[in-house]
């Protein structure tokens, strides 16, 4: 079976520790994003399940084998990268074809492997041309291509679609989740973009500092994330959170210097108790039931299909928040209104520890 398994993983460059005790399954056939800020160990963490970097610590399978000292090559994993990496004298064919070339796999083999790999990624008609000559979302089909051709147990992606731009992110996005069901292959994928991530991968893995903060099916950590800092980086647009308390009777939390505000909680928590509140902008609802925000508006934006708002609840100290609001709507600025919200999607995390409550 191509299952990855990471134990206690531990990567260090002399005393500075860049991966931390991480440790993560990878079924079989499963597509797994592993997205965190820049610089918190994610490209790292591939690059040593490639062989590309040796761990200092703990245990990496691949296939239920060993592989802490087992040097890329013979690892079985292709990597598709944030540059194409194609040969600029070669055309589309010849890059394809360059790792089964050095194999020296029978040419009858190499004509039916290419061909059909350049079927599933519409390549068939650009096979004559040279790199130059495609666009940037033809060049990365022909660098997921040339790995695909090798049959690796695993495939690693370390942020491939960066260097394109929105629409044809958006694009590329659907076929490699396309690609990914017709092959049922092993994947791990780096992205620092979240919305990548929720929408491609079957398993999410969050890194804050080098260290694991949540892992779990994308919509999971949507609905319960663990602390703030997955609640604030899962979901687009971020979450909102007000410095808040929960009240004397254990029941409601309260927020707004000014002009003090009571929201329900549904729960029983310790009186007193100093806690952020978290509300998703896709949850104020401008009507409608739910308990009410007051608050006063502050700036309007309009994309047609989408009105974002910022209000600015309980006085002028408080941090503004911001609704997303589908399609239209008629506000103003400087207007007052009721922002609904139902309890169930109420956030809590502890003020201190910053986990969720």
């Known amino acids: 079976m191509n299952r990855i398994e990471i134990e206690h993983l531990n990567k260090s460059y002399g005393p500075v520790e860049i991966l931390k005790d991480i440790t993560?399954?990878?079924?079989?056939?499963?597509?797994?994003?592993l997205i965190g800020p820049s610089g918190c160990g994610k490209s790292t963490l591939l690059r040593t399940i490639a062989g590309l970097e040796q761990i200092t610590g703990g245990t990496l399978k691949i296939d239920g084998k060993v592989v802490n000292k087992t040097p890329p090559r013979k690892r079985d994993v292709a990597m598709v990268f944030q540059s194409y990496a194609l040969y600029p004298h070669m055309n589309i064919e010849k890059n394809m074809s360059y790792s089964l070339r050095l194999k020296r796999s029978a040419p009858q083999v190499i004509k039916d492997s290419i061909s059909g790999v350049a079927e599933t990624l519409g390549l068939t008609h650009?096979?004559?041309r040279m790199p130059r000559q495609l666009s940037g979302g033809q060049r990365q089909r022909v660098a997921m291509g040339r790995a695909i051709v090798r049959n690796p147990k695993v495939f690693l992606f370390d942020e491939?679609?960066?260097?394109?731009?929105?629409?044809?992110?958006?694009?590329m996005r659907s076929e490699i989740r396309k690609l990914h069901e017709r092959l049922h292959a092993t994947s791990v994928y780096v992205t620092h973009d979240?919305?990548?991530?929720?929408?491609?991968?079957?398993?999410v893995v969050v890194l804050r500092a080098g260290r694991v903060e949540q892992q779990g099916e994308p919509l999971a950590l949507y609905d319960k994330p663990a602390n703030k800092f997955v609640a604030g980086f899962i979901g687009s647009p971020a979450m909102n959170f007000i410095e808040a308390q929960i009240g004397g009777d254990g029941r409601s939390v309260l927020f707004g210097a000014e002009d003090l505000q009571t929201l329900d909680i549904g729960r029983d928590l310790p009186p007193g108790l100093k806690v952020w509140l978290g509300l998703r902008p896709e949850h104020l609802h401008l009507q409608g039931a739910g308990q009410a925000v007051r608050c006063a508006v502050e700036n309007v934006e309009t994309t047609g299909s989408m009105t974002f708002i910022e209000a600015r609840p309980g006085g002028a100290a408080a941090q503004p928040l911001l609704v997303a609001h589908a399609g239209k709507a008629t506000v103003t600025t400087g207007e007052q209104l009721n922002l609904h919200i139902a309890t169930e999607h109420l956030h809590l995390f502890d003020r201190e520890t910053e986990k969720a409550i």
């Open 126 to 128: 650009l096979l004559e």
């Open 24 to 33: 993560i399954a990878v079924p079989e056939g499963r597509f797994v994003a």
């Open 194 to 203: 979240q919305v990548e991530a929720m929408t491609m991968a079957d398993h």
């Open 160 to 171: 491939p679609l960066s260097n394109l731009d929105a629409a044809l992110r958006v694009h």
